[in-house]
Nanobody, 125 residues
């Protein structure tokens, strides 16, 4: 089983970031997917979730109105886009596979079946 995030790096404030997470080794379409992030010295935070079919999504209040989660089950890939980024968006971003029974893919860390290794996003001039 592998979840491999990509797309991290340095982003200027006000810009956009788009992360991808490629899955392999399990039946991707049978799992809800979540994106978490963890900033230095802070707890891991759930940012967005998407159902196994992609029909239902949910985002955290901290990114609401700026964040879109999507998936392509044909490509076994889930995406996260955050627009109008702020310094507070600086974190390591992780994708996670969670049970399909969770509405909107809104998981808790203890419910996650598989984790990616994370990708660093730094928002700075």
């Amino acid at each position: 089983v592998q979840l491999v995030e990509s797309g991290g790096g340095l982003v200027q404030p006000g810009g956009s970031l788009r992360l991808s997470c490629a899955a392999s080794g399990f039946t991707f379409s049978n799992y809800a997917m979540s994106w978490y992030r963890q900033a230095p010295g802070k707890e891991r935070e759930l940012v967005a979730g998407i159902s196994s079919s992609g029909s239902s999504t949910k985002t955290a209040d901290s990114v609401k109105g700026r964040c879109t989660i999507s998936r392509d089950n044909a490509k076994n890939t889930v995406y996260l886009q955050i627009d109008s980024v702020k310094s507070e968006d600086t974190a390591v971003y992780y994708c996670a596979a969670a049970p399909a029974r969770l509405p909107f893919g809104w998981s808790r860390a203890g419910q996650v079946d598989y984790w990616g290794q994370g990708t660093q996003v730094t928002v700075s001039t």
